[in-house]
């Protein structure tokens, strides 16, 4: 069965901190994707990234940059310089072709001046 | 800048009544997916299309859910008749394919 974890419930950091977000998961398929959503206080889901399991390269943007090891069934996610707009719910998810997103519980981050 | 709307934003409702939730997915996008999200469970999935075709319904309680895609620009979340604890925020999703989603702002219903 599909499964992701995100084991830390609450972040809290001072603006300009680095921080991770750790994400990892169980799957048996060889094809597979990985993705990261933001969840402001607003309620929206923000998608962020998609990764396909043959595709290991790190990816940045901006201030975000994402870090997929196969070896360890992790897909991390660390944002530089945070700022207070970064404060959100981060949830990790994993599909397979089919397309059923699993999430992880969620990372809340809390991002203060 | 192309967004997924769903409609109402919010409805508080008696238990025992129906509810209809609509959503409009992205003009292209021939994936839908509908989503909960609660403090207990998280997200989860209850059912997803492609090209309207529902793929997958097994999220969703069979007695008193039903989702439909009566044409490409409308899908629709039916809860008969609703109880306390379908009380969550609905989520729908549209994609260009099955592993790419983006979400509308969601649902939040309240049944008393």
């Known amino acids: 069965a599909q499964k992701v974890t995100q084991a830390q419930t609450e972040i809290s950091v001072v603006e300009k901190e680095d921080v991770t977000l750790d994400c990892v998961y169980e799957?048996?398929?060889?094809?597979?994707?990985l993705f990261w959503y933001k969840q402001p206080p607003s309620g929206e889901l923000v998608f962020l990234i998609r990764?396909?399991?043959?595709?290991?390269q790190n990816e940045i943007s901006g201030r975000y940059s994402w870090n997929f090891q196969k070896s360890t069934s992790s897909f991390n996610f660390t944002i530089t310089a945070s700022q207070v707009v970064d404060s959100a719910v981060y949830f990790c998810?994993?599909?397979?072709?089919?397309?059923?997103?699993?999430f992880g519980q969620g990372t809340e981050l809390s991002v203060k001046p | 800048d192309a967004r997924v709307t769903q409609t109402p934003r919010h409805k508080v409702t008696e238990m025992g009544q129906e509810v209809t939730m609509r959503c409009q997915p992205i003009l292209g996008h021939n994936t839908v997916f509908w989503y909960r999200q609660t403090m207990m469970q998280g997200l989860e999935l209850l059912a997803y299309f492609r090209n309207r075709a529902p793929l997958d319904d097994s999220g969703m309680p069979k007695d008193r859910f039903s989702a439909e895609m009566p044409d490409a620009t409308l899908a629709t979340l039916k809860i008969q008749p609703s109880e306390p604890r379908d009380s969550a925020v609905y989520f729908c999703?549209?994609?260009?394919?099955?592993?790419?989603?983006?979400f509308g702002p969601g649902t939040r219903l309240t049944v008393t």
């Open positions: 799957t048996r398929d060889t094809t597979y994707y």
């Open positions: 990764r396909n399991s043959f595709d290991e």
């Open positions: 999703a549209s994609g260009p394919r099955l592993s790419e989603q983006y």
């Open positions: 998810a994993l599909s397979d072709r089919g397309g059923k997103l699993i």
